[in-house]
């Protein structure tokens, strides 16, 4: 157990709805990542946040959005959803260490778009 | 940006052999290279991680190196044992004031054979 949280674990919703998933990070960790994987696209880096603000993003849709509240906790908001948007979604939080962040994954949300 | 190739895509061991896995990357910035596992329908979980001031790192069975002229680093695996039969990641960032964009290979399957 890595200590990151993620609700729900599954989620099945149907194409044009919209859908949030939440993290919580590890106690102290103040950076949350949120990635995704697909079978086609390994694990895609989507969005860094650190103590609420945006600090690095990836290949992000402009249909996603992410935040991250004052108790650390981010929510990803995935909206128009397509069947390709189907994926595993993780978040990750990171601790400084040795130089660098270490990023430690949560368990998932599996995302079933039908 | 960065891209990171990741081989060979599957590798089958016998028990007590070691395991050699190997990934490139393209960008000469990138100076953290962390290594996942990741078991079927769980979390990638860090295993081990270089910086790119160090050559080489061991912790018990597990060993990465890096070879920064080349831009290529290896994880090794001696000993092997049915339980490190999983999917095996490696990735690369540039850690720039605490933005981390990490870019993963596509993952080698790697099978320990009793």
């Given at each position: 157990d890595s200590g990151v949280t993620q609700t729900p674990k599954h989620l099945i919703t149907a194409t044009g709805q919209r859908v949030t998933l939440r993290c919580s990070p590890r106690s102290g960790d103040l950076s949350v990542y949120w990635y995704q994987q697909s079978l086609d696209q390994g694990l895609q880096f989507l969005i860094q946040y650190y103590n609420g603000e945006e600090r690095a993003k990836g290949n992000i849709l402009e249909r996603f959005s992410a935040q991250q509240f004052p108790d650390l906790h981010s929510e990803l908001n995935l909206s128009s959803l397509e069947l390709g948007d189907s994926a595993l979604y993780f978040c990750a939080s990171s601790v400084y260490s040795g130089g660098t962040y270490e990023q430690y994954f949560g368990p998932g949300t599996r995302l079933t778009v039908t | 940006g960065e891209n990171v190739e990741q081989h060979p895509s599957t590798l089958s061991v016998q028990e007590g052999d070691s395991a050699v896995i190997k990934c490139t990357y393209s960008d000469s910035a990138s100076n953290y290279f962390p290594w996942y596992k990741q078991?079927?329908?769980?979390?990638?979980?860090?295993?081990?991680d270089i910086r790119s001031n160090v050559g080489e790192k061991k912790d018990q069975r597990i060993a990465v190196t890096l070879n920064k002229t080349a831009k290529h680093f290896s994880l090794h695996i001696t000993e092997t044992q049915p339980e490190d039969s999983a999917v095996y990641f490696c990735a690369a960032s540039s850690d720039h004031q605490g933005a981390q964009k990490l870019v993963f290979g596509?993952?080698?399957r790697l099978t320990i054979n009793p």
């Open positions: - | 078991e079927l329908g769980k979390r990638p979980q860090l295993i081990i596509q993952g080698t």
